[in-house]
């Protein structure tokens, strides 16, 4: 059986100047940071730059950073950042003509039409229509909690909130979600039958 350093140990490692710990976390969170991203920012290539970004951000900055308790919760932070960051930039900003828009709203709708062939099963698009009625936090806290499997504590830390604004923010969610999904229920009752 291998034998796994835990997230701390690769943390100090990193700051070490370990090339191979950098890439066992980058390894390790990407999946999750991914998923993560893409809620925010349904562009893939965008999330995924930005998670370059953060990875790239933290190798230069290595032997500046400090202790850490929890190296999950650091990196989904500092990729909501990134994200946050790189939004602010204007989207005409980079492109030469009109073209170079059109082009990326091209990409942007071709994506997302293969996202949406992935994901015809009806239950998953009822649960996805009842996640539609949930406010940008709500979903957030959400997605962190039970997406992610992270702890309130965790959840707080990501969203740089209060542990209890993470509780509130869930318990309305609960409270949409059963309104919307007890609508589809009553609506599709074939759906949600097993």
Known sequence: MAIT????????AFKEGSERALERLYRRYFPGLSRYGYRIMPDRVLVEDAIQDVFVDLWRRRAYLSEIENVRAYLFRSLRNQLLRNSRHDIFEGAEDIDDFLD?????????QSIDRETQSSRAESIQNALAHLSNRQWEAVHLRF?????????AEVMDIQKQVVKNLLSKSYAVLRVS???LISLFPAIFSC
Do not use: N, P, R, V
């Open 181 to 183: 999904l007890k609508a």
């Open 104 to 112: 990326y709203l091209f990409t942007l709708s071709s994506e997302q």
């Open 147 to 155: 997406y992610q499997g992270m702890s309130l504590d965790e959840a």
């Open 5 to 12: 350093k835990s997230d701390i140990e690769l943390w100090m």
